[in-house]
């Protein structure tokens, strides 16, 4: 009985030991961020507070990152909206964690597919024991005549 006992807690040890996600716990909150727009020239065309971003992990162990409360404008006319990336990949690199695309991200604004939206020079991390959020990434669209970088920083909603 006593070898049963020491087996068990030698795997409960070596299982506590696993720090493969030791700065990142899915589902284990949500941050609230600034959000900074630039165009291409570097001016800044938007600053806001008050965006929450979620980072969810997925039934396929992908992760989908969420940012509510988000106006890209100072527009009166720009509905506040609800974006998506989906299936991102995570991983651990000097007590930081990375997020990453894991191909094309096709952008869900409100629940639905933005194909012709297009997500490029996506870096997200997380940093300080999950306490602070940062996320950039640039959106074109040539119907639109769309070309902006999208920064956001936050902490840790306690």
């Given at each position: ?11 409960a040890t ?16 949500s941050?609230?961020?600034?959000l ?8 800044v065309?938007?600053q ?18 969420t ?6 404008t ?37 629940d ?12 997200c ?12 990434f ?7 005549h769309?070309?902006h ?6 902490t840790?909603?306690?």
């Amino acid at each position: 009985m006593k070898k049963l006992l020491f087996l068990l807690l030698a795997a409960a040890t070596v299982t506590a030991c696993d720090n493969d996600d030791e700065n990142f716990n899915p589902d284990s909150g949500s941050y609230t961020c600034t959000l900074k727009v630039t165009d291409t020239a570097g001016d800044v065309t938007n600053q806001t507070s008050g965006v929450i971003c979620n980072l969810t992990e997925q039934p396929d162990k992908s992760v989908a990152l969420t940012m509510k409360n988000v106006k890209f404008t100072d527009n009166p006319r720009e509905p506040v909206k609800t974006i998506v990336f989906p299936k991102l990949s995570r991983h651990n690199d000097d007590g930081s964690t990375i997020f990453e695309s894991t191909g094309a991200i096709i952008p869900e604004i409100d629940d639905a597919p933005y194909e012709d939206y297009v997500i490029s020079n996506f870096a997200c991390e997380v940093t300080d024991n999950a306490e602070k959020f940062h996320l950039v990434f640039t959106c074109t669209n040539p119907t639109y005549h769309l070309n902006h970088t999208a920064e956001f920083n936050g902490t840790l909603i306690k």
